[in-house]
């Protein structure tokens, strides 16, 4: 019943904006953290953005600190990561990732987290 679904992923041109949505049922995970993660062929699945429960923790790749913000919405269960100033690297497929168990592991390792969304494709493209 635990699921996470991704949203508002497409096509944009380089330079524009995209806002990432990122719905949560079942469990209510109020108090549990949530991360961004994307992937691209050939490469390893990249943590983008973090958030604790309470929203008083953010944490970004360099690659997008300035451009990106992420936040969240628990009254309506969903995690957001607004996407400025697009570039062609940032296509991705884009996950959302939720962790319930205490661990020690860091916020950009995909182990830390247990429950996954399927994934939303964001394409960077003229």
């Known amino acids: 019943q635990v699921q996470l679904v991704e949203s508002g992923g497409g096509l944009v041109q380089p330079g524009g904006s995209l806002r990432l949505s990122c719905a949560y049922s079942?469990?209510?995970?109020?108090?549990?953290?949530v991360a961004w993660f994307r992937q691209v062929p050939g490469k390893e699945r990249e943590g983008v953005s973090y958030i604790s429960s309470g929203a008083s923790s953010t944490y970004y790749v360099d690659s997008v600190k300035g451009r990106f913000t992420i936040s969240r919405d628990n009254a309506k269960n969903t995690v957001y990561l607004q996407m400025n100033s697009l570039k062609p690297e940032d296509t991705a497929i884009y996950y959302c990732?939720?962790?319930?168990?205490?661990?020690?592991?860091?916020?950009?390792?995909?182990?830390?987290?247990?429950?996954w969304g399927q994934g939303t494709q964001v394409t960077v493209s003229s």
């Open positions: 990732a939720c962790q319930t168990y205490p661990n020690r592991r860091s916020w950009w390792e995909p182990l830390a987290y247990d429950y």
């Open positions: 079942g469990f209510t995970f109020d108090y549990y953290a």
